[in-house]
């Protein structure tokens, strides 16, 4: 099934300028009604920080409403639930880091993949949790 969502489309004054000259001749009658019903906009909408940003050539972007594109409400909750099972895996891997025993007996190596997993496991969580913050902080979830 294909959803339609409407985007706010940013272009430069010589992107506009190009495709208003297009708008008039050399596309499809469809095209043209399409075209008409999409404003060009010269500076982002003001809901940018809950769309996704999509760069389609230098003058050219468009912005679609997250909203309009994922339950919210649902993908916090995948979030969540992906978070807390990396923050096991990363506490898993400190624990390892924290044995004398492994640290002393564990070929050197070894110790440095668990280190660098560590490390790796640590940012995706700083990252998760930073865009589940930003899902959460707009008005889009439902209490």
């Known amino acids: 099934m294909v959803k339609r969502i409407s985007a706010s489309v940013v272009g430069s004054p010589e992107v ?6 297009k708008r008039k001749g050399g596309v499809s ?7 008409k019903q999409r404003p060009f ?3 982002p909408p003001g809901d ?3 769309s996704v940003h999509v760069v389609a050539s230098e003058g050219l972007e468009a912005y679609l409403p997250l909203a309009a594109m994922v339950d919210i409400s649902s993908e916090v909750q995948r979030i969540s ?5 990396m923050q096991t895996e990363y506490d898993a891997l400190i624990t390892r ?8 007996k564990a070929p050197e ?10 490390e790796e496991a640590e940012e995706k969580i700083k990252l ?9 902080s707009t008005s889009l979830v439902s209490q």
């Open 109 to 118: 190596e070894v110790v440095r993949g668990v280190k660098e997993k560590a």
């Open 128 to 136: 998760t949790k930073a865009r589940l913050d930003f899902l959460k």
């Open 29 to 35: 009658s469809s095209i043209k009604a399409r075209l």
């Open 48 to 50: 940018a920080n809950l």
């Open 81 to 85: 639930k992906r978070l807390s099972k």
């Open 41 to 43: 906009y010269q500076h």
């Open 16 to 21: 506009v300028g190009y495709i208003s000259v």
């Open 97 to 104: 880091l924290n044995s004398p025993k492994f640290v002393e």
